[in-house]
């Protein structure tokens, strides 16, 4: 994250887009890679935050459902309040802040 009034660069840019991850059982995420995870759940799914785990760094997960209503557990790096239970056909989002060692749920958003 770059220091107030320091010029963005490519990469400093490229790091606030949207990322997909690759769905399936286990979705691994590199915080560093942007702010925004966005996937469509095809499977009940575990995501782990796997590296980026910068102080202050808020990411958001935008977990849309197929056709059946999905169980997202929020593994390795993250501490939540538990299971994320979505809707069939709907996105659930899930804010989460880094203290540079794990992630914390700040705020979820079901139904979506």
């Given at each position: 994250?770059?220091?107030?009034?320091?010029?963005?660069?490519?990469?400093?840019?490229?790091?606030?887009?949207?990322?997909?991850?690759?769905?399936?059982?286990?979705?691994?995420?590199?915080?560093?890679?942007?702010n925004?995870?966005?996937?469509?759940?095809?499977?009940?799914?575990?995501?782990?935050?796997?590296?980026?785990?910068?102080?202050?760094?808020?990411?958001?997960?935008?977990?849309?459902?197929?056709a059946?209503?999905?169980?997202?557990?929020?593994?390795?790096?993250?501490?939540?309040?538990?299971?994320v239970?979505?809707?069939?056909?709907?996105?659930?989002?899930?804010?989460?802040?880094?203290?540079?060692?794990?992630?914390?749920?700040?705020?979820?958003?079901?139904?979506?």
């Open positions: 994250m770059a220091a107030l009034g320091t010029i963005l660069t490519t990469s400093d840019i490229a790091a606030n887009g949207v990322v997909a991850p690759t769905p399936g059982a286990a979705v691994s995420i590199d915080a560093s890679t942007g925004l995870f966005k996937w469509t759940a095809a499977e009940n799914e575990t995501v782990n935050i796997t590296a980026g785990q910068q102080a202050g760094r808020v990411i958001t997960l935008m977990i849309g459902n197929d059946l209503a999905r169980t997202i557990t929020l593994g390795t790096g993250i501490v939540s309040a538990g299971l239970v979505g809707t069939a056909l709907k996105t659930v989002t899930v804010v989460l802040q880094s203290d540079g060692t794990n992630f914390y749920e700040l705020s979820r958003t079901l139904g979506l």
